[in-house]
T-cell receptor, first 117, second 116 residues
């Protein structure tokens, strides 16, 4: 079973509009974390935002916010005021502790966002 | 800080050849991760190290793949012999000690491997 599900293969948005990228996760751990990374066409992976499972407030970083709904196991990324430079692939990832005591990341398949003028 | 450094950025090789990918993590990071990204399988964790020690290599696809970390500033991922299905982008990432509370993984620019 997939641990991270991103149901939107592609999303389109007009410049200056807000967009929500969906992410649902599956875990039985109490301590975990959710990440969003951006991968532009140049290929690098850029960290955007992080939410810990015990964080009561939704994480925000500039134009990025994470809509964390723990009971629904969802961690959607909201980008406000989209810019042309936001066009990229976006990955949701979950940090889970392993038996060894360390944490690793499991990535979703990604959502391609295209921002039009 | 220079960030995570990977070399080469692009590698084209013939089937059967040995390929070595290199990674220099960010100074002070004691975790190092190797990932492979393909269209079909997405981003997969291959292996990770803590303080130069391999912790989990369950993601390594076959015995043809091996990884080492001889010191805190250098790691290699080797494929011998290479096959066309190994064509992918290979990322190295590093992160701070777990006690720091900062779980972000810092990715290198990746190595695009093409095996013909």
């Amino acid at each position: 079973a997939q641990k991270i599900t991103q149901t939107q293969p592609g999303m389109f948005v007009q410049e200056k509009e807000a967009v929500t990228l969906d992410c649902t996760y599956d875990t039985s751990d109490q301590s975990y974390g959710l990440f969003w990374y951006k991968q532009p066409s140049s290929g690098e992976m850029i960290f955007l935002i992080y939410q810990g499972s015990y964080d009561e407030q939704n994480a925000t970083e500039g134009r990025y916010s994470l809509n964390f709904q723990k009971a629904r196991k969802s961690a959607n990324l909201v980008i406000s005021a989209s810019q042309l430079g936001d066009s990229a692939m976006y990955f949701c990832a979950m940090r889970e502790p392993r038996i060894s005591g360390y944490s690793t990341l499991t990535f979703g398949k990604g959502t391609m966002l295209l921002v039009s003028p | 800080d220079a960030g995570v450094i990977q070399s080469p950025r692009h590698e084209v090789t013939e089937m059967g050849q040995e390929v070595t990918l290199r990674c220099k993590p960010i100074s002070g990071h004691d975790y190092l991760f190797w990932y492979r990204q393909t269209m079909m399988r997405g981003l997969e964790l291959l292996i990770y190290f803590n303080n130069n020690v391999p912790i989990d290599d369950s993601g390594m696809p076959e015995d043809r793949f091996s990884a080492k970390m001889p010191n805190a500033s250098f790691s290699t991922l080797k494929i011998q012999p290479s096959e066309p299905r190994d064509s992918a982008v290979y990322f190295c990432a590093s992160s701070l000690p777990s006690g720091s509370g900062n779980y972000e993984q810092y990715f290198g620019p990746g190595t695009r491997l093409t095996v013909t």
